[in-house]
């Protein structure tokens, strides 16, 4: 048999091109949630429901209409009857009238008629007549989470390309999500080669200097760790025949064949010749210490056809023989690619150190769990900025990379502040984009094009104060601008906004009047925003064109102050018959099948920090930007 020599070595750069040409990806599969831990998303997941999916009471006490509290206080109390009460897990059987109370749990849902819910701590019972004193005024909403406060249906959830973690998987499971569709993992065979190998737990003959076989499962632990499926196939030895059939085998049930050992130049290792005759040999020898006798290339099953055919088959790494040599090879060149198929980060170390993106004060004297995002300022350093949306939010966890641990006698951390993250995971990378601002149809679909973005719905207003405080790349704001910022405008596009009614009441409602001069029950959008505040731009304009004042217009509309997140939600009451007409846009009108009545257009531009203008994430923002037009239509 000839011997096989190493003449012309390729560069590492080389063998990771090579790799890299091979068609690793195994596609996509839909896991249920239970299995969902650890894998990637293939597509966006959009919230279809609400969570909660119910106005609820934030705490105990009791559910009241806020008028009945305006002016009360220690000294002169509300005195309310209280005709009934709602536990958590009961629906309500009562609804309010007027100078009443309902006792209620926390997490029950607020019965009909009530609109806001005082603490019991502010509360005393006249023992007499059973009364409840209310020694404290509330207003609407007042300590009430209401219907997609936490998430909001329509609301992007996850984007293509999140790793699963257990922040997610409560995430989905308070959405009802059942299965969900995933990066297949790439199926790995593991093939080690020599007569001296034997498979640990057999019987050893040191004396003809046989071995255990160390690397069949420590690649297989490698291949699992990188987010691959390790397939173990019996150790061949140094028959060709053999060498073949195994081989094939592995060829037509996975996706990439390792192989470790005969790759060398020695007269009995002869695989390199079994590729050149089954597959197509892509390289052999590696200027790499250890690892140099690296094979690369494809492997065809029985039905791929010729050699070098690409129909059918699968990629293919010879690895040395030596253990070390073997993981050394593996964790430089195969563990990413494996990482790059599965659609999983390139891990990182367990903790980070950041500065603080802006103050944040705390002096409650306990220890603090602060859980925090991790972004990058223009110049690449890590700026860490708290996540916290109360503690019955599922996405403070879901949108943050670690904890902060905040010592009891620290009263405050000052912008720029070093600190140590502590990650949920060695995985987790920072955000290529951090974004924040209104929650827009156009905006999400951007967002999918975009490596690894980062995007938090918290409103026009909160993105601009955010912006001006230096935390976000980007901020997305709707509706007309209160005040100029220190920006650059990256792009702007117009969505139509308005009413949305149920098919069947469209010829009931034409416009804005209708709205303020009918007993419509109504759905707004937070004062956060932007349809908010074209909202209250456009009665304005009808308080003016009636010479009324803009506050008697809001007085007479239904529900005004009650608002919800996200631009569905609104929309989901008018589907479900809590109310009447919503505040929403056109595309969403569209999505759910409801009426819709134009009140106009907005603009929504994206705002980005002039000092992050250089980093990869907005200039990859810029690039997709050019096609907003296309998407809007």
């Known amino acids: 048999m ?3 020599e190493f003449r012309d070595l390729a560069s590492p750069e080389a063998a990771r091109e090579a790799i890299d040409s091979l068609p690793l990806e195994a596609g996509v599969e839909r896991v249920p949630l ?5 894998r990637v998303l293939a597509e966006r997941l959009d919230a279809e429901l609400d969570v909660p999916g119910f106005d609820r009471a934030s705490l105990d006490g009791y559910a009241l209409r806020a008028r009945e509290t305006f002016g009360a206080d220690e000294a002169a109390p509300a005195r309310l009857e209280v005709i009934g009460e709602v536990h958590a897990g009961d629906a309500p059987d009562v609804t309010l009238e007027d100078r009443a109370a309902v006792e209620i749990s926390t997490g029950a849902v607020m ?3 009530a609109d806001a819910m005082v603490p019991v701590e502010r509360t005393d019972i006249d023992d007499e007549t059973g009364e409840v004193l209310v020694r404290t005024s509330v207003a609407p909403g007042d300590n009430v989470m209401f219907a997609g406060a936490d998430v909001a249906a329509g609301e992007r959830a996850l984007g293509p390309g999140t790793q699963i973690t257990p922040r997610d998987v ?3 499971s308070a959405l009802g999500v059942e299965e969900l569709p995933v990066r297949a993992s790439p199926r790995v065979g593991i093939v080690s080669t020599g007569d001296e190998l034997v498979r640990p737990g057999g019987d050893l003959e040191s004396d003809r200097g046989e071995i255990y076989d160390v690397n069949s499962y420590t690649i297989a632990a490698g291949v699992e760790d990188a987010g691959g499926e390790a397939v173990l196939y019996p150790h061949a030895g140094d028959d060709q025949d053999e060498m073949e059939r195994l081989l094939r085998e592995a060829a037509e049930e996975c996706d990439l064949v390792l192989s470790s050992g005969s790759t060398s130049a020695s007269a009995v290792d002869v695989i390199y010749r079994v590729i050149e005759a089954q597959g197509e040999l892509l390289l052999h020898g590696v200027a790499v210490k250890p690892g140099k006798p690296m094979l690369v290339g494809r492997l065809d099953d029985d039905e791929s056809g010729s050699a070098g055919s690409t129909s059918g088959g699968s990629a293919y ?8 040599s073997a993981m050394m090879v593996f964790r430089t060149f195969v563990a990413p690619a494996i990482r ?4 999983l980060p390139e891990p990182e170390t367990a903790t980070v150190t950041g500065r603080m993106a802006r103050q944040e004060r705390y002096a409650e004297g306990r220890l603090r ?7 990058t300022d223009g110049d690449g350093e890590p700026l860490v900025y708290p996540v916290d949306k109360g503690s019955g939010a599922t996405t403070s966890l879901a949108h943050a990379d670690g904890v902060v641990e905040v010592e009891p006698g620290t009263d405050y951390l000052e912008t720029g502040e070093p600190v140590t993250v502590r990650l949920f995971s060695p995985d987790v990378r920072p955000p290529t984009l951090l974004g924040v601002g209104e929650d827009d149809p156009t905006l999400s ?3 999918d094009s975009l490596e690894n973005p980062r995007y938090l719905s918290v409103g026009s207003r909160p993105a601009l104060r955010r912006l001006r405080d230096g935390i976000p790349d980007v901020a997305v704001v709707a509706g007309p601008l209160e005040r100029d910022v220190d920006a650059d405008e990256l792009a702007r596009w117009e969505r139509e906004w308005g009413l949305l009614v149920r098919p069947d009441e469209a010829d009931e409602v034409s416009g804005l009047t209708d709205l303020v001069d009918r007993d419509l029950r109504f759905v707004n959008r937070t004062t956060d925003s932007g349809l908010r505040t074209s909202l209250g731009v456009a009665l304005a304009d009808l308080a003016d064109d009636r010479g009324v004042d803009r506050h008697d217009l809001v007085e007479s509309i239904e529900g005004f102050d009650l608002a919800v997140r996200a631009h569905e939600s609104p929309a989901r009451k008018v589907l479900a018959g809590d109310a009447d007409v919503a505040l929403g846009l056109s595309d969403t009108a569209d999505r759910l099948d409801l009426a819709f009545v134009s009140l106009g257009h907005q603009p929504v531009r994206v705002l980005a920090n002039p000092d992050r203008r250089g980093k990869v994430g907005v200039r990859d923002l810029e690039r997709v930007l050019d096609s907003v037009t296309e998407l809007a239509e």
């Open 111 to 113: 019965p009909s008629g």
């Open 340 to 343: 790059d198929a599965a659609g």
């Open 170 to 172: 409560g995430l989905l």
């Open 369 to 375: 769990l602060m859980p925090v995002g991790v972004t």
């Open 317 to 324: 790494v010879g690895l040395p023989g030596y253990p070390v």
């Open 34 to 38: 239970a299995e969902a831990r650890g």
């Open 445 to 447: 679909r951007l967002l």
């Open 2 to 4: 000839n011997r096989k």
